[in-house]
């Protein structure tokens, strides 16, 4: 007989997976104006992830009022509630409603039938989910994930993001068949702006703070001779949806030097967040590690 937790864990899930299908039959406005809501109250209860939000921004946007920090870390609260209210549409909606919710404007040429290997360089805004769901409509790809905790949840999500044909590799095996994948003329789809501590990372500033920063992309790159190609989904104003902006594929990267390709990515992150600081996932705990003797942010 499962243990009383095991049940309440599974009745969790069966609540959690009924609500996202309810949320994909909704229109977009009004799921999307419920998580705006949901993210305003949930913002007003003191808890760890609003204690992050306001200490990353206060490192990245130093001299700030503190009318200003509060004004941005309460938009970006609603963003990223808003967003996991918005995964019942992005997991479950139709590819009509999708395709209808995404507009994608490209530097580079999607209809070439042998374009040369790449990297989609993604970074974690509120809508990437969004973006890259769209991508795969009509494209093939392959996308990398970091594995949750809960197996339940790993497994809904793993098939979820790739019932449009998405070849889903989980980081734990990602090295050789990401480069598998690329030398087949696959393209991969990979966000690497997360601390995931000292293995295959350096620090180089983000916002002018020393962050722990993959190497991944640049070491794939090389490895393979595919180009990186930046991109990023947005939340547009006025419940519009998604807009995917895909960039032209970075010059000369990877270039001989590890630390120089790794701060040219936080760069070119730096560009974006200014564009749309609200939209970041702040939430993360993007300084966890820190250079040696340097005490924590959190």
């Excluded at 997991?91 to 989609?120: H, M």
């Excluded at 905790?149 to 019932?163: C, E, F, I, N, P």
């Excluded at 990515?265 to 564009?275: G, I, P, S, Y």
Aim: proline share 6%.
């Amino acid at each position: 007989m499962a243990a009383p937790t095991q049940i309440t864990k599974r009745i969790g899930f069966s609540l959690a997976l009924c609500l996202l299908r309810i949320l994909a039959l909704m229109p977009y406005g009004v799921s999307a104006r419920l998580g705006n809501v949901l993210g305003t109250l949930l913002y007003q209860i003191p808890s760890s992830r609003k204690r992050i939000v306001h200490t990353n921004l206060r490192l990245c946007f130093p001299n700030r009022s503190a009318q200003e920090y509060e004004r941005l870390a309460l938009a970006n609260f609603r963003h990223v509630i808003r967003s996991y209210v918005e995964r019942g549409i992005q997991w479950f909606g139709s590819r009509r409603a999708i395709s209808k919710l995404v507009c994608v404007q490209s530097a580079i040429d999607l209809s070439e039938t042998d374009p040369p290997p790449t990297i989609y360089m993604g970074f974690h805004f509120v809508a990437i989910e969004a973006g890259s769901m769209m991508y795969s409509l009509s494209n093939p790809i392959a996308s990398l994930y970091t594995p949750m905790s809960s197996t339940r949840v790993d497994q809904l999500a793993k098939q979820q993001r790739g019932r449009f044909g998405a070849e889903m590799i989980s980081r734990a095996d990602s090295a050789r068949r990401t480069l598998a994948t690329l030398k087949r003329g696959k393209p991969v789809m990979l966000a690497a702006d997360m601390d995931h501590g000292h293995r295959d990372s350096l620090f180089v500033p983000f916002f002018g703070v020393p962050a722990c920063t993959l190497t991944s992309i640049a070491r794939l790159a090389k490895a393979s001779g595919a180009r990186v190609v930046p991109f990023v989904t947005e939340v547009l104003p006025g419940y519009q949806g998604y807009k995917m902006t895909i960039f032209a594929a970075l010059a000369d990267y990877p270039s001989h030097d590890l630390q120089e390709d790794a701060r040219r990515m936080n760069a070119f992150l730096e560009e974006q967040v200014r564009r749309m600081p609200d939209q970041y996932y702040w939430v993360h705990r993007r300084f966890k590690t820190r250079p040696h003797g340097e005490p924590p942010v959190y």
